[in-house]
């Protein structure tokens, strides 16, 4: 298993990489907003992506998405095939990611918007802290981007404020105040089923 920069070359994979990332969106039920092979494409060329290939044989896939002239930069589409997961995969991916970023974008903040435990997870182990939304890029076309995720009307009612997802930051300028902390998972657990409770109960009725 190598998990590498991605380049032009890794283009013969944009399709299953999005056609993996819409069936962990289904069978998630939230989140995950989907992506076109030219985007991941695109991503490839200008070399913000990381690919997992276990010979040649699509593992898993990650790219940088870049806002604000650069200010901000944050690590998306972060999936594992299948065949894969259970073997601590995506966090190494995550790392590569995040270590690219780093060196692409120094002085960016890097930000994640999730639904998913795992990533929380992932992202506490980076030094990412959670925020609120009004900490996250300004920047429309980035929000835009969540039009394709189920849970788009809850971003709307809000005014960008508030959804399912939790915000995450990690700030250079503080990087010695972004040492990792225990992940309580409880408490992110809890926030969700709150969110749920809010912004969904009209569907339930």
Aim: aromatic letters at 10%; glycine letters at 6%.
């Amino acid at each position: 298993m190598e998990i590498i920069i991605a380049d032009i070359s890794h283009k013969i994979y944009a399709e299953e990489i999005c056609t993996t990332i819409e069936n962990a969106a289904k069978i998630r039920g939230t989140g995950i907003a989907k992506r076109k092979p030219e985007y991941i494409i695109s991503k490839m060329e200008k070399g913000n992506a990381v690919i997992a290939l276990d010979g040649n044989t699509f593992a898993g896939f990650c790219y940088i998405e870049s806002w604000g002239h650069g200010k901000f930069v944050a690590n998306s589409g972060l999936i594992v095939h299948p065949n894969f997961r259970g073997l601590g995969l995506s966090k190494k991916i995550k790392q590569k990611i995040f270590d690219h970023s780093r060196t692409k974008f120094p002085n960016a903040k890097i930000f994640s918007i999730t639904t998913g435990l795992a990533v929380m997870k992932l992202n506490s182990n980076l030094g990412y802290k959670p925020v609120t939304f009004s900490e996250l890029t300004t920047d429309q076309t980035f929000w835009d981007g969540c039009k394709t995720c189920v849970n788009y009307d809850v971003l709307t009612r809000t005014e960008q404020k508030m959804c399912l997802c939790t915000g995450m930051l990690y700030d250079p300028a503080t990087e010695n105040n972004n040492q990792p902390k225990k992940f309580k998972e409880k408490t992110f657990t809890r926030l969700k089923s709150i969110k749920q409770h809010l912004f969904l109960k009209k569907e339930k009725k």
